[in-house]
C-alpha cells in the first residue's frame, strides 16, 4: 500500500513538474511575442527597427553566455576547433540571424493572431526541407497532411482583414530559414556527436549572428536611426525585453531536456490559441471567422501530425525494450556456454 502510495506520488510530482515547465515555457514565449509586437508595431511604442532589436538580443545574450561559460565557469565551453566551427556553427548562425530578423520585422506588418496561423506552416518546411536534403524518407500520408495544413493555412490568409503581401513574404521566409536551421543543427552538429545547451548555443551562435545582422543593419537601418536624433534609448524597456528572450531560450532548453521536444509542438499549439484569443480580445485585432475556420483545419492537420509523431516513438520505445530482453538472453547463453566449455576442459585435465 505504502509502496503504491510512493509510486503514485512520484508520477503526480513527475505530471505536476512537466505541467509547471510547460506552463513557463508558454508565459515566456507569449511575452517575448507579445513584447516584440508592442516595440516594433507603429501605432504601439513605434520603434520600427527589427534588425536593431534582434541584435540588442543578441548583445544581450551573448554577454551573458560568456560571463556564465569564461567569467564564473557555471558552464562547461564544448570542444570546438576552428574548422567545425566555420563549417557547422557559422551556417547555423547565418540561418538564425536571417529567421531572427525576418520574423520580428513581419510584426511592423501583420497582426499577433494572423503570424501565429503562418507559424502553423513550420512541420511542413521542415518535412519538405528534410526530404530534399536526405535526412527523411518521402511519404505519400505524410505528404497528404503537410498538404492538409497548407490548405488550412491559405483559407486563413484569405479571411485575413489586415493581409500585408510583404509581410506574408517575410514571415513565410522566417519560417523557411528556421525549419532549415533545424534541419542543418540535425546534419552539422547533432550527426557529429555535438550537443549544445541554450548557453552554450548562445556563446557559439550568439556572435556570429551579430556579425551577420552588422551588415544590414549598416545598410538599412544606421541612416534611419541617425535620422532619428528624437529618440531616447529606454534601458528598461529593451532591458526587459532581452531578459525575456534570454530566458525564453532557457525556458526551451528546460522544456525539451525534461519532457520531449514533442511536448514542446503540442504546448506551442495551446501557446499559438493563446495568442489568438488575446491579438482578438487585448489588442483588438480583426480575426474573422475565415481565419478561424482556416487556423482549425491547420490545427488538426498539426495536431494529427504530432500524434503521428508520438505513435512513432512509442513504437521506437518498444522495439528497443523488446531488443534488450533479447541481448541480454544471449548474453546469459553465451555466458552458459562458456561455463560449459569451461567445465569440460576441467574435466578433460583430470
Known amino acids: 500500500m505504502g509502496k503504491g502510495g510512493a509510486l503514485s506520488e ?7 513538474l512537466s505541467y509547471t515547465y510547460v506552463a ?3 508565459f515566456l514565449s507569449f511575452t517575448v511575442i507579445v513584447y516584440n509586437k508592442y516595440i516594433l508595431d507603429r501605432k504601439m511604442f513605434n520603434w520600427p527597427f527589427p534588425i536593431s532589436l534582434t541584435m540588442i538580443h543578441m548583445s544581450f545574450c551573448s554577454s551573458i553566455a560568456y560571463l556564465l561559460v569564461r567569467v564564473f565557469k557555471m558552464v562547461e565551453p564544448v570542444s570546438m576547433s576552428r574548422d567545425l566551427y566555420i563549417r557547422s556553427v557559422v551556417p547555423i548562425g547565418a540561418l538564425y540571424s536571417l529567421s531572427l ?3 520580428n520585422s513581419a510584426y511592423i506588418y501583420l497582426s499577433v493572431s494572423f503570424i501565429q496561423m503562418l507559424k502553423a506552416l513550420m512541420p511542413v518546411a521542415v518535412y519538405s526541407i528534410s526530404v530534399l536534403l536526405k535526412k527523411e524518407g518521402f511519404k505519400s500520408n505524410t505528404m497528404a497532411n503537410m498538404l492538409s495544413i497548407s490548405i488550412g493555412v491559405a483559407i486563413a490568409a ?3 482583414a489586415r493581409f500585408d503581401s510583404w509581410g506574408v513574404f517575410l514571415q513565410l521566409g522566417a519560417v523557411a530559414f528556421e525549419a532549415t536551421r533545424l534541419v542543418m543543427i540535425q546534419i552539422l552538429l547533432t550527426s557529429k556527436g555535438i550537443s549544445l545547451n541554450p548557453i552554450t548555443s548562445l556563446y557559439y551562435v550568439a556572435p556570429c549572428c551579430l556579425v551577420f545582422l552588422s551588415i544590414p543593419w549598416i545598410i538599412v537601418e544606421l541612416p534611419k536611426l541617425k ?4 529618440f531616447q534609448f529606454d534601458y528598461l524597456i ?3 525585453n532581452s531578459l525575456c528572450a534570454f530566458a525564453l531560450n532557457l525556458a526551451v532548453f528546460l522544456l525539451v531536456g525534461k519532457t520531449s521536444a514533442l511536448t514542446m509542438n503540442v504546448a506551442g499549439v495551446v501557446k499559438d490559441w493563446l495568442l489568438i484569443a488575446f491579438s482578438w480580445s487585448v489588442i483588438k485585432d480583426t480575426v474573422t471567422p475565415v481565419n478561424l475556420i482556416g487556423y482549425g483545419v491547420a490545427f488538426l492537420g498539426v495536431a494529427y501530425y504530432n500524434h503521428i509523431k ?3 516513438l512509442k513504437a521506437k520505445d518498444a522495439q528497443k525494450k523488446a531488443v534488450q530482453p533479447d541481448e541480454e538472453s544471449g548474453r546469459l547463453l553465451e555466458e552458459r556456454d562458456g561455463d ?4 569440460k576442459k576441467n574435466e578433460s585435465h583430470d
Do not use: P
Open 24 to 26: 513557463i515555457w508558454i
Open 238 to 240: 529593451f532591458g526587459t
Open 101 to 103: 530578423w525576418f520574423s
Open 227 to 230: 535620422a532619428t536624433s528624437s
Open 158 to 160: 484569405y479571411g485575413e
Open 340 to 343: 560449459n566449455n569451461g567445465g
Open 310 to 312: 508520438l505513435q512513432a
Open 10 to 16: 512520484g508520477v503526480l510530482k513527475k505530471i505536476v
